[in-house]
Nanobody, 115 residues
């Protein structure tokens, strides 16, 4: 069973910062790409950032230069550092891993950015 445990969401003013964390088991973390998605009310879930087991990263255009995805191999944890937050970043953020054809999701953590 794949478990993804997220933490770190909250309420922040525009321009502020938050860091999200997602912990999983070692056998998952060491092999597969880890991703962060988000879903705003009335919108489709979208990929925010991903990081491979080798450390290569990719970002949505809307967050490039503001968000940074990193991984701590010793802690089997992936982080999403979010700086210069905007009201349009408000969403539920989900940790994700895709194993073969199956997607696994964390429980989601709410990020709310006030203007």
């Amino acid at each position: 069973q794949v478990q993804l445990v997220e933490s770190g969401g909250g309420l922040v003013q525009a321009g502020g910062s938050l860091r999200l964390s997602c912990a999983t088991s070692r056998n998952i973390f060491s092999i597969y790409q880890m991703n962060w998605y988000r879903q705003a009310p009335g919108k489709q879930r979208e990929l925010v950032a991903g990081i491979t087991s080798g450390g290569s990263t990719n970002y949505a255009d809307s967050v490039k230069g503001r968000f940074t995805i990193t991984r701590d191999n010793a802690m089997n944890t992936v982080y999403l550092r979010m700086n210069s937050l905007k009201p349009e970043d408000t969403a539920i953020y989900y940790c994700n891993v895709r194993i073969r054809s199956d997607n696994y999701w964390g429980q989601g953590t709410q990020v709310t950015v006030s203007s």
